[in-house]
C-alpha cells in the first residue's frame, strides 16, 4: 500500500463518519451509532472503498486510549461520595447479573465448555460486554424532562461511572487469566499492584498538576502534559503489569478528574477525539465487522444477547436499589436507565478481538446492543416519568 493512499482514507473515513452521525442524531440516535454505520458502508461488507490496515489499527487504538481518558476526566468523585455505598452496591449488581447472564447465554447456546479452555473465556468474555454501561443517552432525557438533579438521576449516574470502574477491572481480569503463560494468582497480584501504584503515583502526580495549575492556570501545557500521562499510563500498565492499556489510561484521567483545569483538559482532548480519533475508532469497528459471517444461529444468539443484556441490568440494578431502599418505581427507573450500552461496550469488544477472545462477527451483536439500547432506553424513562411531579 502506497503511503499517500492512507491520505484518501482518513478523508472517506471523516466524511463519511461525521454525515452518519449527524443522521444519527437528527434521529435522536447516539452519534456514535452513525459512525459505526458509516464504516459498515465503506467497508469490505458494502462498498469496499476502506479497508482495515495498520496504520487505522494503531489510529483506532490511540482513540480508543484517548476515550477512556476522557471518560476518566470526566469521573466525579464527589458524586461517587454523595450517593455513597448505595451507588456502588447497584453498580456490583449491574456487573455480577450481565456478566453471569452473558455468560450462561453463551454456554447455553452453544454448549458449556471446561473452564480454561478457549470456548469458556469466550462465554465470560461475552458477558464482560454485557457489564458496560453508557448512560448518556439516560443524562439526555434526564435533562429534558429536569429530573437529572433528582435522587434517582444522581444514583443513575454515579452508578453508572462505578460500573465502568469495576467493568474494566473485569476486563483485565478475564484477559489475564486467559493468558496460558499467566497464572491466576499473578494476574490478582499485578492487578492489585498496579492499582497500588495508580494511588500512590497518582497522589504525587495529582499535586505536580495541581502545582502546574497554579502557575499556568488555563495554558495548553496541561492538557499536554495530560495527554502524555494518558500513554505513559497506559505503557505502564501493559509493558509492567500485564494489566490493558485502556486501564492505564482511564487511571489517568481519574487522578486528574479533580484538579481545577480537568474540563479544560478534557475540551483540549476531545477537540483531537472529536475531529480524528473518535471517527476512526468508531468507523474501525464497522469496517472489522464481516456481514458475510452472520448465519441465521448468529442472528438468533445477537437477538437473545440483546434480550438478555437489557434485562439482566434491570434486574441487577432494580433489585439491588430495592435492597437499598428505593421504592418500586424508582428502582424500576434506574434499572431502565443503567441498561444503555456505548462506547465502553464497544471499547471492551475492540480489546476482546485484539486479544483473540472473540471473532469479528461479534462486533454485530454489540452494535445491535447499542442500537437497540439507545431507541428502548429513552421511550420507557420517559413512560415511567409520565405523570410524576416530584423531582425523583
Not at 27 to 33: G, Y
Not at 209 to 224: E, N, T, V
Not at 293 to 322: E, P, Q, R, Y
Not at 339 to 361: F, H, N, P, W
Request: charged share 15%.
Amino acid at each position: 500500500m502506497e503511503t499517500y493512499e492512507i491520505f484518501k482514507d482518513l478523508a472517506i473515513i471523516i466524511i463519511a463518519a461525521k454525515c452518519c452521525g449527524i443522521i444519527a442524531r437528527k434521529l435522536h440516535a447516539p452519534m456514535v451509532v452513525g459512525e459505526i454505520v458509516a464504516g459498515l458502508l465503506i467497508g469490505p461488507s458494502v462498498l469496499g472503498v476502506v479497508r482495515q490496515s495498520d496504520f487505522l489499527a494503531m489510529m483506532a487504538e490511540i482513540g480508543v486510549l484517548m476515550l477512556m481518558f476522557n471518560a476518566g476526566l470526566g469521573t466525579s468523585l464527589r458524586d461517587l461520595i454523595k450517593t455513597g455505598p448505595k451507588a456502588v452496591l447497584i453498580a456490583c449488581a449491574g456487573v455480577v447479573v450481565p456478566l453471569f447472564g452473558g455468560y450462561l447465554l453463551y454456554s447455553t447456546y452453544y454448549g458449556f465448555a471446561s473452564k480454561g479452555s478457549d470456548k469458556f473465556y469466550e462465554a465470560m468474555f461475552i458477558g464482560v460486554i454485557m457489564t458496560a454501561t453508557s448512560v448518556s443517552i439516560t443524562v439526555e432525557t434526564l435533562k429534558e424532562m429536569g429530573k437529572l438533579k433528582g435522587m434517582v438521576g444522581t444514583t443513575i449516574l454515579s452508578a453508572a461511572i462505578v460500573d465502568d470502574i469495576i467493568g474494566i477491572i473485569v476486563l483485565t481480569f478475564v484477559i489475564g487469566f486467559k493468558s496460558a503463560s499467566v497464572e491466576p494468582g499473578k494476574v490478582v497480584s499485578n492487578t492489585a499492584l498496579f492499582f497500588l501504584f495508580s494511588i500512590v503515583i497518582g497522589i504525587v502526580i495529582y499535586y505536580v498538576f495541581k502545582f502546574l495549575d497554579a502557575r499556568w492556570p488555563h495554558s495548553r501545557r496541561i492538557p499536554i502534559f495530560g495527554l502524555t500521562l494518558c500513554f505513559a499510563m497506559a505503557y505502564i500498565a501493559e509493558k509492567y503489569f500485564g494489566i490493558a492499556d485502556i486501564t492505564g489510561a482511564f487511571v489517568a484521567g481519574i487522578i486528574l478528574c479533580n484538579i481545577k483545569d480537568s474540563e479544560y483538559i478534557a475540551e483540549k482532548m476531545d477537540i483531537s477525539s472529536y475531529m480524528l480519533f473518535g471517527p476512526i475508532f468508531f468507523a474501525s469497528i464497522g469496517l472489522k465487522t464481516d456481514i458475510d459471517k452472520i448465519s441465521k444461529s448468529l442472528l438468533i444468539f445477537s437477538i437473545l444477547f440483546v434480550l438478555v443484556a437489557l434485562l439482566t441490568k434491570i434486574i441487577g440494578c432494580g433489585l439491588m436499589s430495592l435492597l437499598c431502599g428505593f421504592k418500586g418505581k424508582e428502582a424500576l427507573k434506574i434499572g431502565v436507565g443503567m441498561m444503555t450500552r456505548g462506547e465502553v461496550a464497544l471499547i471492551v469488544a475492540q480489546k476482546g478481538l485484539g486479544v483473540k477472545m472473540i471473532d469479528s462477527s461479534y462486533f454485530t451483536t454489540v452494535i445491535l446492543l447499542i442500537i437497540s439500547s439507545s431507541l428502548i432506553t429513552p421511550i420507557l424513562m420517559k413512560l415511567l416519568y409520565r405523570n410524576d411531579k416530584e423531582q425523583a
